[in-house]
């Protein structure tokens, strides 16, 4: 069974810091986009970061210089390091793969990911 896992959310004041984990069973992701993504209360789930399987990343703007995404393939685990977080960072945040090889996507529209997992709940107090 193909699953991913996510874990490492909590509430946290302005300013904190999170280390979001995803962890991958049932098959080999290890070629596969990873990424992250958020949704917010009465709004649209947006593409937070990505990591594709040769190890080029992407952030949305709104993260830039605060966040980092890693993954280390050997243990089928996906990391979003989060660092001066702030009160519009609050959402639920969501682990997802790719299984389709994309040559021409830049692979920043949530649409283009099959497999999610259940989402962890970050909540940053002001």
């Known amino acids: 069974q193909t699953k991913l896992v996510e874990s490492g959310g909590g509430l946290v004041q302005a300013g904190g810091a999170l280390r979001l984990s995803c962890q991958a069973s049932g098959r080999t992701f290890s070629t596969y986009t990873m990424g992250w993504f958020r949704q917010a209360p009465g709004k649209e789930r947006e593409t937070v970061a990505i990591a594709t399987g040769g190890g080029s990343t992407q952030y949305a703007d709104f993260v830039k210089g605060r966040f980092l995404i890693f993954r280390i393939t050997a243990k089928g685990t996906l990391y979003l390091q989060m660092n001066d977080l702030k009160p519009e960072d609050t959402a639920v945040y969501y682990c997802?793969?790719?299984?389709?090889?994309?040559?021409?996507?830049?692979?920043?529209?949530?649409?283009?990911?099959?497999?999610w997992g259940q989402g962890t709940q970050v909540t940053v107090s002001s």
């Open positions: 997802a793969a790719d299984s389709t090889p994309r040559p021409n996507s830049d692979k920043m529209s949530p649409d283009e990911y099959d497999y």
